[in-house]
T-cell receptor, first 115, second 114 residues
Framework: SQQGEEDPQALSIQEGENATMNCSYK?????LQWYRQNSGRGLVHLIL?????REKHSGRLRVTLDTSKKSSSLLITASRAADTASYFC???????????????FGKGTKLSVKP | DSGVTQTPKHLITATGQRVTLRCSPR?????VYWYQQSLDQGLQFLIQ???????AKGNILERFSAQQFPDLHSELNLSSLELGDSALYFC?????????????FGEGSRLTVL
């Protein structure tokens, strides 16, 4: 079952513009993670935000978390062609034994940045 | 480079066959996770091993099994393969101790069942 659901499914922007992706989840969480996947490649961890945090920054990335709305957003500022990838949110599930690495992923947002 | 190594990168086989996918985690990581990515199901957690012991099971079929060896590398065995098993299979590892970050994923093994 999908815990996180990203929105939009696809996003096409010009280089230099900002890209915002949203994620909604269903159950209580203690953290939410964002990953990037270049086409057919492995996932790369971008950022983790804990449930007691509202906002976190890492370089050109800004993540917000609203636990009351069970939602998160990922903002990429001043996007570059190299940011073209799929972006996934993921949350740990306690269903399989409680390890933080047992993640439920959303379906992802496919971002295309045109030069 | 995440430091997680997966082999083979690509594998084509026939229905009914059995394959083994191999994963070497990052140096020092004790946990290994297996994920399946398909167009239908997206990314799904299959199974986790920690220091040689099975720690958690997700949506793993009974035809699939895994193990982690004393040197911490892991193998995912897929048997009686069906067309629907065609997918990207990822291995990931994480640091021991307090959880401070995300998973480190390998580049995946792309399995095609014909």
């Amino acid at each position: 079952s999908q815990q996180g659901e990203e929105d939009p499914q696809a996003l096409s922007i010009q280089e230099g513009e900002n890209a915002t992706m949203n994620c909604s989840y269903k159950t209580s969480i203690n953290n939410l993670q964002w990953y990037r996947q270049n086409s057919g490649r492995g996932l790369v961890h971008l950022i983790l935000i804990r449930s007691n945090e509202r906002e976190k920054h890492s370089g050109r990335l800004r993540v917000t978390l609203d636990t009351s709305k069970k939602s998160s957003s990922l903002l990429i500022t001043a996007s570059r062609a190299a940011d073209t990838a799929s972006y996934f949110c993921a949350t740990p599930t306690m269903n399989y034994g409680g390890s933080q690495g047992n993640l439920i992923f959303g379906k992802g947002t496919k971002l295309s940045v045109k030069p | 480079d995440s430091g997680v190594t997966q082999t083979p990168k690509h594998l084509i086989t026939a229905t009914g066959q059995r394959v083994t996918l191999r994963c070497s985690p990052r140096s020092g990581d004790l946990s290994v996770y297996w994920y399946q990515q398909s167009l239908d199901q997206g990314l799904q957690f299959l199974i986790q091993y920690y220091n040689g012991e099975e720690r958690a099971k997700g949506n793993i079929l009974e035809r699939f099994s895994a193990q982690q060896f004393p040197d911490l590398h892991s193998e995912l065995n897929l048997s009686s393969l069906e067309l629907g098993d065609s997918a990207l299979y990822f291995c990931a590892s994480s640091s021991p101790g307090r959880w401070i970050g995300g998973l480190f994923f390998g580049e995946g093994s792309r399995l095609t069942v014909l």
